[in-house]
């Protein structure tokens, strides 16, 4: 990390068909065209652990938003303290359908593109809920350079009118490779939930990295949580910094 770079933050607004979509920004204070990173937050929203993770990424020349997607929900807590309650944020999640999530994404993916500080590189990132978030902008995304997935769920254990397939469901048509990162400890993703989805990306003839920190628990990223795992983290984050200079080089060649 660069603490030299002096970094800018921004609070905004994104509308929508109907309603709007809020946004945290954190990017270097300057115009240099640099890539873009979609943050996608865990099932809790946009904290300020989220806030953080995003000043990090920042501080490694990536412009980074990080949209919180569960505010249009009927269920949305509107008292923030009831944002860390689990079941309530649960009800939130599951009351979006996937379909809405992607077309709320593709706003904020179209406001990034039109950025002249952003050099048309834009891959997604997201841990936990929004893992399986960001695996499913890539599918759904062609125009999305790369995909980071830290503990999404594989499978959902349930189908729904909102949620009507799992996420390793959606993996043809994806382009963009991806990185995925696991807990061997996670009662939420099973050993062979992640062989399958390990063997599918096989199958598809898709790019992609995969490890799995088998001494770690779920949401081993998270250093505000009783499940983090420093030496799992670390390790984590030189992947995912290696995995983004890899995949975030080249200039933009055409419009959207």
């Known amino acids: ?138 599918c759904h995304e062609p125009k999305l350079a790369f995909v980071i997935d830290f503990y999404g769920r594989i499978r959902y254990g349930f189908t729904s009118k909102t949620k009507p397939k799992d996420p390793v469901d959606y993996l043809v048509p994806l382009k963009a490779p991806v990185l995925a990162l696991f807990a061997g400890k996670d009662e939420l993703i099973p050993p062979d939930h992640i062989e399958h989805f390990s063997q599918r990306l096989q199958e598809l003839e898709k790019t992609y990295q995969l490890k799995v920190y088998e001494k770690a628990s779920h949401a081993f990223f998270n250093d505000q949580r009783p499940n983090y795992s420093r030496g799992a983290s670390e390790d984590a984050w030189q992947l995912t910094l290696a995995f983004i200079e890899k995949n975030s080089k080249e200039e933009r060649s055409g419009p959207l």
Request: charged fraction near 20%; include cysteine.
């Open 1 to 138: 990390m660069d603490a030299t770079v002096t970094l800018r933050e921004s609070q905004f607004k994104i509308d929508l068909e109907t309603g709007s979509l809020p946004v945290f920004c954190a990017e270097p204070n300057n115009e240099v065209r640099l890539p873009g990173l979609i943050l996608i937050h865990e099932i809790f929203g946009v904290t300020e652990h989220i806030k953080d993770v995003a000043r990090r990424f920042a501080h490694h020349g990536l412009r980074v938003y990080a949209p919180d997607l569960f505010t249009r929900s009927e269920f949305w807590p509107s008292d923030e303290a009831n944002r860390s309650n689990l079941d309530l944020m649960r009800q939130a999640w599951s009351s979006i359908p996937d379909s809405q999530l992607m077309s709320d994404l593709d706003v904020l993916f179209t406001h990034m593109y039109s950025k002249e500080n952003i050099n048309g590189k834009i891959g997604s990132i997201g841990f936990c809920m929004g893992g399986a978030i960001s695996l499913l902008l890539g």
